[in-house]
């Protein structure tokens, strides 16, 4: 059952990545399905560790997230956000040290946005990132973090409501264009 879901994050980043990145030409992983405990043993996750385009690479195995440069940051957010927007969790850099070196991705639930630490995190980060907000990813989904996200959904013309399903899969997709495409 997850395997639709790889293939529709590889396809979302293949339609939204410029031509100039040119074609998708290798993707590393450090396990599916693999002979563990929880979404891995299930066959229902994947640890995304790099993704080598012709001309550019995504790497979340390199902690592009903490790269110096810019477009390395935000082409890793642009990817988690495009993985968050097919799966339930997508646990990253910031989520904790174990993560740091990979974007993991399960359907251990639905995809709308929830409070969950690592959800408020990627939704922070992005903010940041592509949109240059300067909140704390401390995870909380306060007054400045609903303030952004009103201003980033103005920004993509989207409604302002978080809560709806489409309107949060909508965000993240067209930020990830966004991160995808932003000059550095």
Request: proline share 3%; hydrophobic share 40%; aromatic share 8%.
């Amino acid at each position: 059952s997850f395997v639709p879901i790889v293939e529709a994050t590889v396809k979302q980043v293949r339609k939204r990545v410029p031509a100039s990145f040119g074609p998708l030409e290798k993707i590393s992983s450090a396990g599916l399905h693999v002979v563990k405990a929880g979404m891995h043993g299930e066959g229902r996750a994947c640890d995304w560790d790099r993704l080598v385009f012709a001309n550019v690479s995504i790497s979340p195995l390199e902690k592009d997230h903490k790269s110096n440069s810019l477009a390395k940051r935000r082409r890793y957010w642009a990817f988690a956000a495009i993985s968050r927007s097919n799966a339930s969790f997508v646990l990253h850099g910031l989520f904790n040290q174990a993560h740091e070196d990979h974007v993991h991705q399960d359907n251990a639930s639905g995809v709308g946005f929830g409070t969950a630490s690592s959800s408020v995190k990627l939704c922070q980060a992005v903010l940041n990132e592509i949109f240059g907000e300067k909140l704390a990813t401390d995870g909380v989904f306060g007054r400045n973090t609903r303030e952004a996200f009103g201003r980033a959904t103005e920004r993509l013309r989207l409604p302002d409501d978080i809560s709806d399903v489409s309107v949060w899969r909508r965000f993240l997709r067209r930020s990830a264009r966004l991160g995808f495409t932003l000059p550095a």
